[in-house]
């Protein structure tokens, strides 16, 4: 009975390690032509293979770890020189061989390539672009479509007519206005000096007392009663 047993549990362990991802120990390579091993005292390399390894992250597979390792930040000066990342770890030679290692892990072209590639694009981008004839035409077009919707400037007199013309009329209607009462005022005053000479020309009723002092009629009687 326990020979199964010892089998299944052997059985259960197999299936259960062929499931599960492998965890490099280490990116790191200190094999023979690989890295030298003054590269083992290098800080940021040790610091870039901690930072893409479990436990720092999920556990998945040696190409995912190797692509985090060449995209670190601590190893980037690696792809344009070999000094600048453990020049106090290792000579010149041991820095060259690291360099080497690195690009053929992160699979990368020679700097020349990569230098070449980028003076290239960098001369391709400051070439000025010449204007052809159908990009000229196509600007003369827009600028005329422009000018055409744009209304023209409109004149002062077009703006202000109205004020015009009811200053106008205020005018007129002053001056309108003192014509007026100039020639009512005379009016009246001729009106009122004919009723005045009317007045002066109509003869008094003639009565007694009138006819006895036109004919001193009074004064006779007097003169007779005292004589």
């Known amino acids: 009975?326990?020979?199964?047993?010892?089998?299944?549990?052997?059985?259960?362990?197999?299936?259960?390690?062929?499931?599960?991802?492998?965890?490099p120990t280490q990116i790191l390579d200190f094999s023979a032509g690989a890295l030298p091993a003054c590269a083992n005292a290098c800080v940021p390399l040790q610091s870039a293979q901690g930072a893409c390894i479990p436990p720092a992250v999920p556990v998945t597979d040696t190409a995912t770890y190797k692509s985090c390792f060449c995209k670190s930040a601590f190893l980037q000066t690696l792809y344009t020189s070999p000094s600048g990342i453990c020049d106090t770890a290792c000579p010149a030679d041991g820095l060259a061989q690291m360099r080497e290692w690195f690009i053929r892990q992160c699979e990368q072209k020679p700097t020349v390539a990569a230098t070449?590639?980028?003076?290239?694009?960098?001369s391709t981008s400051s070439t000025p672009t010449q204007p052809t004839a159908d990009s000229a035409a196509t600007e003369d077009a827009s600028t005329e479509s422009a000018q055409r919707k744009k209304p023209p400037p409109r004149s002062w007199w077009s703006t202000h007519w109205q004020w015009v013309l009811m200053l106008i009329i205020i005018i007129l209607a002053i001056i309108v206005g003192s014509v007026g009462g100039v020639a009512f005022k005379r009016r009246h005053k001729r009106k009122a000096a004919a009723a005045a000479s009317a007045a002066m020309a109509t003869p008094v009723a003639w009565g007694p007392h009138q006819h006895q002092h036109h004919s001193a009629g009074y004064n006779y009687n007097a003169q007779q009663s005292t004589g």
């Open 1 to 23: 009975m326990r020979a199964p047993r010892i089998l299944l549990w052997i059985l259960f362990t197999t299936l259960t390690s062929s499931q599960t991802p492998q965890q």
């Open 116 to 122: 070449t590639v980028t003076s290239t694009s960098t």
